[in-house]
């Protein structure tokens, strides 16, 4: 995954709704009218974060009549999962007090 991918993904997570979308689409597959019932969003303001969230393919969706489908790109989430869990912290006494000084000579 690359930096610009985790980028894409971090900006659509920013958002509380989108948060509360992907959390419920963790649950499984829902319909589009589920999500706006759960969400108490306008039809539009739901279409503006599904198409984010789709766009950055956290989310994959199909339509059957005048309703999407969501879920989650499960593959997509496992990667920026296992990205973010890569990244570790050295975070000794040591460390912490030594790079107050690297600098000074």
Request: proline content about 1%; some cysteine; glycine content about 4%.
């Amino acid at each position: 995954m690359t930096r610009e991918e985790v980028a894409s993904l971090c900006k659509a997570m920013s958002d509380a709704n989108r948060l509360r979308i992907i959390e419920m689409l963790a649950q499984g597959e829902k319909c589009g009218c589920h999500l706006l019932d759960e969400l108490h969003v306008t039809q539009p303001t739901l279409s503006h974060h599904m198409k984010v969230l789709c766009e950055c393919d956290l989310v994959s969706s199909y339509k059957e009549g005048k309703w999407h489908h969501y879920s989650i790109n499960c593959e997509k989430f496992r990667e920026f999962k296992s990205y973010l869990t890569s990244i570790t912290c050295s975070c000794s006494t040591e460390a912490v007090s030594s790079a107050g000084n690297c600098c000074r000579s």
